[in-house]
C-alpha cells in the first residue's frame, strides 16, 4: 500500500507479483491524490502536467535505497501533511533537520525546472514549466490552495462543506448536460463498452 506502485495487468490465475516478476511494469500507479473539487473531471490538465514533471523528475534523480530512519521520517511527514498542513507553522523532517513545506517545496520546484522545460520542447508547449509557476505561486500564497477556497466559500456562502461539495457537483453536472458528447465521441464510447462486454463475456 505504497503511495506510488510499480503494476502490470495479471492475467487469468496470476498474482500481482508474478505478472510484475514475470513482464515488468506496464505503468505506475500513483496514490493518496485528493480529486480536484473544481474541476468536473477531477483532474485538470494543469495538475497531469505537474504529475508528468514530478514522476519523470523522480525517475531520473538520483535515488538511494531508503534506510530505516529516512522510513520512520517519511511516516511522520506523511501524517504530519495529512493532519496539519494548512498549518503555516508545520515543519517536516529530514536528515539534516526540519523545514517548512514552502522552503522544500520551492527547492524541489526548482529541480523539476530542467525537467519540465525538457517535456515542454518535445511536446512543443509551454505546459510543464506554467505548472510549475502555478505551483510556486500556490506555495507563497496558501489561500489557493483548494482547501483554502473551499473554506473560503463556505464562510462567504455560510454553507457545510456538504452543501459546498454538493453546489459544484450540480454545477459540474449541470455543465455536462449542457455541453454533450458530440456524435461522432457518442458513437465511440457506445462501440468502446459494447467491445469491452463481449470480450468480458469471452472471458
Known sequence: YSTIRP???????????????????????????????YSPLGINEEQINLLDTFLLFCLLKESPKTDCDEYKRMQVNQERTVYRGRDPEMRLQTADGERSIKDWGSELMQEMQPIAELLDQAYKIEGHSQALIQQQKVLDDSSLTPSAKILAAMKEENITFY?????????????????????????????????????????
Open 7 to 37: 503494476k502490470r495487468t495479471a492475467r487469468s490465475g496470476e498474482t500481482a507479483l508474478s505478472a510484475l516478476d514475470q513482464r515488468g511494469v506496464e505503468y505506475i500507479e500513483v496514490r493518496c491524490l485528493d480529486i480536484d473539487p
Open 163 to 203: 452543501r459546498h461539495a454538493m453546489n459544484m457537483a450540480e454545477s459540474h453536472h449541470q455543465g455536462f448536460i449542457n455541453n454533450p458528447l458530440s456524435g461522432n465521441d457518442q458513437d465511440r464510447y457506445e462501440t468502446l463498452a459494447s467491445n469491452s462486454l463481449t470480450e468480458q463475456k469471452k472471458i
